[in-house]
């Protein structure tokens, strides 16, 4: 089954970087758009970045737009959020899901991961 | 940018019932809605694409309607494993937007 591991969260200061990762198994990686989400603490959902399957198309949150990058590695089966810049805000747990289809947008998010908790703090 | 505005934010209700949570997108989105439940210390879980397709495995008692502007999501018997938080999604356009949530609890 479609499994999705988050890894490289942790406690940060502000204005530091941090990067993320999200090892995919159990479906064909390269076939699907994949999504950043997060969540801050007892908050909603806010979406943060998406990629196409080759990587070609990416798009971003405009709370995120120039200090975060999405990329990914297909032959790793691996999706990555590079964060720089980091504020008190970007506070939350951070979410790697799969996209039911090649489409970045149009379709729904039908995978997710259990996240990792990044801490942006002094 | 599509902006989703989710009510109620809190609803109270009892086994049995029926729950219904709007979702109103700031303009036309024709059926790019989808709806997920999230469960304290969980991941979200999808339940509804395309505005009213039922995800595979998900109970029949939970249903979506609407287009343009207005979807609704419907718990049609709410069961006690229903107690969660609910959200509206627009997969129309970039950037992509959830509404802010509605808390179901007893």
């Known amino acids: 089954q479609v499994q999705l591991v988050e890894s490289g969260g942790g406690v940060v200061q502000p204005g530091r970087s941090l990067r993320l990762s999200c090892a995919a198994s159990g479906f064909t990686f390269s076939n699907f758009g994949m999504h950043w989400v997060r969540q801050a603490p007892g908050k909603g959902l806010d979406w943060v970045a998406v990629m196409s399957n080759d990587g070609s198309n990416k798009y971003y949150a405009d709370s995120v737009k120039g200090r975060f990058t999405v990329s990914r590695d297909n032959s790793k089966n691996t999706l990555y959020l590079q964060m720089h810049s980091l504020r008190a805000e970007d506070t939350a747990v951070y979410f790697c899901?799969?996209?039911?289809?090649?489409?970045?947008?149009?379709?729904?998010?039908?995978?997710w991961g259990q996240g990792t908790l990044v801490i942006v703090s002094s | 940018d599509v902006q989703m505005t989710q009510s109620p934010s809190s609803l109270s209700a009892v086994v049995g019932d029926r729950v219904t949570i709007t979702c109103r997108a700031s303009?036309?989105?024709?059926?790019?809605v989808n709806w997920y439940q999230q469960k304290p210390g969980k991941a979200p879980n999808l339940l509804i694409y395309?505005?009213?397709g039922l995800q595979s495995g998900v109970p029949s008692r939970f249903s979506g309607s609407g287009s343009g502007t207005d979807f609704t999501l419907t718990i049609s018997g709410l069961q006690p494993e229903d107690f969660a938080v609910y959200y509206c999604?627009?997969?129309?356009?970039?950037?992509?937007?959830f509404g802010g949530g509605t808390k179901v609890e007893i």
């Open positions: 303009q036309s989105i024709y059926t790019f």
């Open positions: 899901a799969k996209s039911r289809d090649t489409s970045i947008i149009r379709g729904p998010i039908v995978s």
């Open positions: 395309s505005a009213s």
């Open positions: 999604q627009q997969s129309h356009s970039t950037p992509i937007a």
